[in-house]
């Protein structure tokens, strides 16, 4: 069973910049995708970047290019999203996922283990 513990999330103002982080268990299985979506409250679950095994595949959600970037550690689990000029739309609910087919996919139902979540909330 794969377990995925989200954190870094919090209270910051437009413009500034989060680092969130999500750490998957031991057993996790290895050459699996992860992935960041995230939920605003009254809105469907959206994906906002992916990474394959290897770090070398990604993909961003338009709204999220160019000020997010993904990231991931496999000597430690880990998986990062460095987050810059924030922005009041960008309040969520960020969840992390994986994939094990190492699939880099944008859609919900790719990925099979979930996070509980962290908030990320923008506002002055």
């Known amino acids: 069973q794969v377990q995925l513990v989200e954190s870094g999330g919090g209270l910051v103002q437009p413009g500034a910049s989060l680092r969130l982080s999500c750490a998957a268990s031991?057993?996790?299985?290895?050459?699996?995708?992860m992935a960041w979506f995230r939920q605003a409250p009254g809105k469907e679950r959206e994906f906002v970047a992916a990474v394959d095994w290897s770090g070398g595949d990604t993909q961003y959600a338009a709204s999220v290019k160019g000020r997010f970037t993904i990231s991931r550690d496999n000597a430690k689990n880990t998986v990062d999203l460095q987050m810059a000029s924030l922005e009041p739309e960008d309040t969520a609910v960020y969840y992390c996922?994986?994939?094990?087919?190492?699939?880099?996919?944008?859609?919900?139902?790719?990925?099979?283990?979930w996070g509980q979540g962290t908030q990320v909330t923008v506002s002055s």
């Open positions: 996922a994986l994939d094990q087919a190492n699939r880099v996919f944008t859609t919900t139902r790719s990925y099979g283990y």
């Open positions: 031991e057993r996790s299985p290895s050459r699996s995708s």
